[in-house]
């Protein structure tokens, strides 16, 4: 398998090791230059739980930083919550877990999900 974008191939790698469930869900994590997305998903019955980006009418920054992503993450965290989600596992999707990555995770914690 030849993969010419080293963030795919990255992701394969990763998606072959962790799955979610629906106690359980997967955070998958997209990145684009101007928005990032988050979704929490359940791999055995393929439904999405909960999502949340920065084109949600909750989220008041219009710019793409480490604050909006952390809005994200809380965000996420207060849907998770009211679905009694506990822990979930976290997809970086092939990103470094660095920057806007990880202050999406660390929102999403601060809400008291465990991963």
């Not at 997305?37 to 999405?48: G, S």
């Not at 604050?67 to 822990?87: F, Y």
Request: hydrophobic share 35%.
């Amino acid at each position: 398998m030849k993969v010419k974008n080293k963030r795919i191939h990255r992701k394969i790698r990763i998606r072959k090791k962790i799955s979610g469930t629906s106690t359980i869900p997967r955070l998958a994590v997209f990145k684009s230059n101007s928005n990032i997305y988050v979704q929490a998903i359940d791999d055995l019955n393929q439904v999405t739980l909960a999502s949340a980006s920065t084109l949600s009418k909750e989220i008041k920054s219009k710019t793409l930083s480490n604050e909006s992503a952390q809005e994200v993450g809380e965000l996420l965290g207060e849907k998770l919550q009211s679905l009694k989600i506990k822990s979930a596992v976290f997809d970086r999707g092939g990103y470094i877990y660095h920057g806007r990555v990880k202050s999406l995770a660390d929102g999403i914690r601060d809400k008291g999900i465990e991963f």
